[in-house]
C-alpha cells in the first residue's frame, strides 16, 4: 500500500491539466517581438483559479521551457516583495543580475560602465542584458490581484518607458477574471500593455476522486469521508494539494491504525500476517454475515474449519479481498455508465459524478430520484441521440454487448423513408396529443397517443430492450458495499479517525453494557429478551432502563415497585422476605 503510485498519478493529472496552457504561454513569450517601435508591453494574462499551487507549478513549468527554448531572465514578483515603486525595481535588479549585487551598499557596481548607480535604477538591468546577450527578460506577477493597484500602475508605466532597452515580457496570474484584473489599471496603463488571455484547464475535485479510486486501488474513500473532503474544498476554496493532502492522511491513517489493511496486499499477507490478525477478522461484523450465509446454505463443516484453522481462513481472506475489489471497481464503474448516460440526457438538472459516487458508496444510488429521471429520459431519446450514447459506452468497455443494438438502429435508420428524421419511440412526448372536450360548461383534458409508424415502432422495441439491459446491469453491480466480506478493511470512511480511536467513550460503553446486556454476558437467558425488561437480567441493567422509562421526576417508591414487580417472586414465598433478599 505505497502511496508514491498514487501520488505520481496525482501528479501526473495536474500535469497533463496545464500542459497545454505551458505550451501556448511558452510560444507566446518566445515569439514576442522587442523591436517594435511601440511602447507596449507584451503581457500574458494567465486566468488560473483560486488554487495558488497550481499557479505556483504552472509558473515554474513555464519557466523551464522558456531557459530550454531561449536566453530568458526570469523574475517572480510577489505583492509582499512589491510593497513601493523603488523597492520592486530594486528586487528585479537584484534577481536579474545578482552576480554583480553589493549586498553591503545601496549602489550597485556597473563593470561595463565604471560607474556606480542607485539599486533601482533599470540602467543596471539595460546594461547586464547587452553584455549577456539576453533575449527575454521574463517577469511573473502571480499574485498580481494582490499588489495595490497604484504600484502597479506605476511599475507598467516604468517598465514600458524602458521597452526598447529591455525586452520585458509580463506574465500576470489571475485568480478571478481578465475583467476585474482590468478595473484595477487605469485606462492609459492598459493601453502600455499588448495582452493575450490564456486560460487553465481546471481540475476538480471529482478529477481526483476519480483518479485516485479507478487505478488499481487497494483502498476506497467511504461516502462521509468524501462528502466531509468535498464539502470542505467547496466552502474553502482549498488549493488542490489540501486536497490531496487529505486522501494521502486517510490512506496512511487506514495503512498504520487498521491491522486488517496487510491483507490488502496480497502477496504479503498471509507471509506477514499473525494469529492476531485472524482473530481480529473473525470478529468483525462482515464475517458474522458471512458465516450466517454457510449456515443458511448448511456448510457447517466449511463454518468450522474457518473458525479453527487460520490457513485456511487466510486462503479465504485473500479470495473475498479480491472479489471484494471487483465489486468495488464495478460499482465505480456503473457510475461513470450512468454519468455517461446523463450527459447523453436531455435533463436540466444534472447531479455531479462525485454525488452519484456517494450515493452509489452507500447503497442510495438505485433507489435515488436522479437515477429513475435517467432510466426515464433514456426511453425518450431519438434514433441519432441513441446512437450517440451507444458509441460513448461502446468507448467504456461496458460489459454488456452494444454492437447488435448499433447494427439494428443502422439498419432501421437506413430503411427509413425519411433518413434525416430521427426515429423517436412511443415514449417520447411527440407522440402524445392532448384532447379538451366540454361537457356541462366543464373543460377536460385527456391525452392520446398517436399512432406509430413501422419504424418508430421497431425502434420502441429496441429502446425497450436497450433500457432492460440497463436496469439488470444496474441492478446487478450497484450492490450495498458495506455487504462485502472485509469491506471494514476496504473501505476507509472515518472522519476523524485519532479521535474515534484514542479518545475514550466510557459513557457510551456502561450505557449500551446497561441497555444492551446480553452483547456482553454472552448467556442464553439474555438472549431472547433484546427488546423488553426480562427477570434474568441483571438488577443494574434493570434499573437503568426504568430509569430511562421515566420522566424529569422520579418517585423512588414507584421505581422500586416497578423493579420489584420485574424481579420479584412467583407469590409462593412471602413478600415481605423476597423483598429483603433482592435488597
Known amino acids: 500500500m505505497s502511496w508514491r503510485p498514487k501520488e505520481a498519478l496525482l501528479k501526473r493529472i495536474y500535469d497533463d491539466a496545464s500542459v497545454k496552457t505551458v505550451k501556448e504561454v511558452v510560444s507566446f513569450v518566445n515569439s514576442a517581438d522587442s523591436a517594435k517601435s511601440d511602447r507596449k508591453l507584451h503581457a500574458g494574462l494567465i486566468v488560473t483559479g483560486p488554487d495558488s499551487s497550481v499557479v505556483l507549478s504552472l509558473f515554474e513549468s513555464i519557466a523551464e521551457s522558456a531557459n530550454l527554448e531561449s536566453r530568458t531572465i526570469l523574475v517572480t514578483l510577489s505583492s509582499g516583495q512589491s510593497p513601493n515603486l ?33 539599486n533601482y535604477d533599470l540602467q543596471i538591468l539595460s546594461d547586464y542584458v547587452q553584455s549577456h546577450s539576453i533575449d527575454k527578460v521574463l517577469l511573473s506577477f502571480q499574485d498580481s490581484e494582490a499588489f495595490e493597484g497604484k ?19 509580463l506574465l500576470f496570474g489571475i485568480a478571478t477574471s481578465v475583467e476585474l484584473f482590468q478595473e484595477k489599471l487605469s485606462t492609459d496603463t492598459i493601453r502600455c500593455l499588448d495582452g493575450s488571455a490564456f486560460d487553465v484547464q481546471q481540475v476538480g475535485a471529482r478529477d481526483v476522486i476519480k483518479a485516485f479510486q479507478s487505478e488499481q486501488p487497494n483502498l476506497w474513500v467511504g461516502p462521509g469521508l468524501s462528502r466531509t473532503i468535498l464539502q ?49 477478522v473473525r470478529n468483525l461484523p462482515s464475517f458474522r454475515r458471512y458465516a450466517q450465509t454457510l449456515i443458511e446454505r448448511k456448510e457447517y463443516e466449511s463454518l468450522r474449519t474457518l473458525l479453527d484453522d487460520n490457513e485456511s481462513l487466510g ?13 468495488l471497481q464495478a460499482i465505480l464503474r456503473a457510475t461513470d455508465v450512468l454519468f455517461r448516460l446523463q450527459s447523453s440526457s436531455t435533463l ?32 425518450k431519446l431519438p434514433s441519432d441521440n441513441m446512437k450517440d450514447m451507444l458509441n460513448h459506452l461502446a468507448g467504456m468497455s461496458v460489459p454488456f454487448g452494444l454492437i447488435d443494438f448499433m447494427k439494428e438502429l443502422d439498419q432501421l435508420t437506413h430503411g427509413s423513408e425519411e433518413p434525416k428524421v430521427p426515429l423517436r419511440s412511443a415514449y417520447d412526448v411527440h407522440h402524445e396529443t392532448l384532447r379538451t372536450t366540454v361537457v356541462a360548461q366543464k373543460v377536460s383534458l385527456s391525452k392520446n397517443t398517436s399512432t406509430l409508424s413501422t419504424q418508430d415502432s421497431a425502434y420502441t422495441k429496441i429502446v425497450d430492450r436497450i433500457y432492460s439491459i440497463l436496469c439488470s446491469y444496474f441492478e446487478t453491480t450497484l450492490i450495498n458495499p458495506q455487504d462485502l466480506f472485509l469491506n471494514e478493511g476496504l ?32 448467556c442464553d437467558c439474555c438472549g431472547g429478551s433484546e427488546d423488553g425488561l426480562s427477570a434474568t437480567q441483571p438488577a443494574t441493567a434493570i434499573l437503568y432502563q426504568l430509569y430511562l422509562e ?25 413478600e415481605e422476605a423476597g423483598q429483603q433478599r433482592a435488597l
Open 86 to 118: 523603488k523597492t520592486a525595481l530594486n528586487y528585479i535588479n537584484h534577481c536579474a543580475t545578482s552576480r554583480n549585487l553589493d549586498s553591503q551598499s545601496g549602489v550597485i557596481f556597473d563593470e561595463a560602465k565604471g560607474g556606480r548607480r542607485l
Open 151 to 169: 504600484v502597479l500602475t506605476e511599475l507598467i508605466h516604468v517598465l514600458s518607458s524602458w521597452k526598447g532597452r529591455i525586452p520585458f515580457v
Open 232 to 280: 470542505r474544498q467547496k466552502d474553502y476554496i482549498q488549493s488542490h494539494s489540501t486536497l490531496i493532502n487529505s486522501l494521502k492522511y486517510a490512506y496512511m491513517t487506514h495503512f498504520f491504525a487498521n491491522p486488517l489493511s496487510i491483507f490488502l496486499s496480497t502477496t504479503q499477507s498471509i507471509a506477514s500476517s499473525q494469529k492476531e490478525h485472524y482473530e481480529a
Open 315 to 327: 486462503d479465504v481472506v485473500v479470495q473475498e479481498i479480491k472479489n471484494g475489489k471487483q465489486a
Open 348 to 379: 436540466k438538472t444534472q447531479t455531479p459524478w462525485t454525488e452519484m459516487y456517494i450515493r452509489a458508496m452507500r447503497a442510495e444510488l438505485a433507489g435515488s430520484v436522479a437515477f429513475k429521471e435517467i432510466m426515464a429520459s433514456i426511453k
Open 491 to 522: 473501505i476507509f470512511d472515518s472522519k476523524s479517525p485519532h479521535r474515534e480511536v484514542f479518545t475514550p467513550k466510557p459513557r457510551f460503553a456502561v450505557e449500551r453494557a446497561l441497555s444492551s446486556p446480553h452483547d456482553y454476558l454472552g
Open 550 to 574: 421515566s420522566g424529569a421526576m422520579i418517585n423512588t417508591a414507584d421505581l422500586w415497585s416497578a423493579f420489584w414487580t420485574i424481579v420479584g417472586g412467583d407469590g409462593i414465598e412471602d
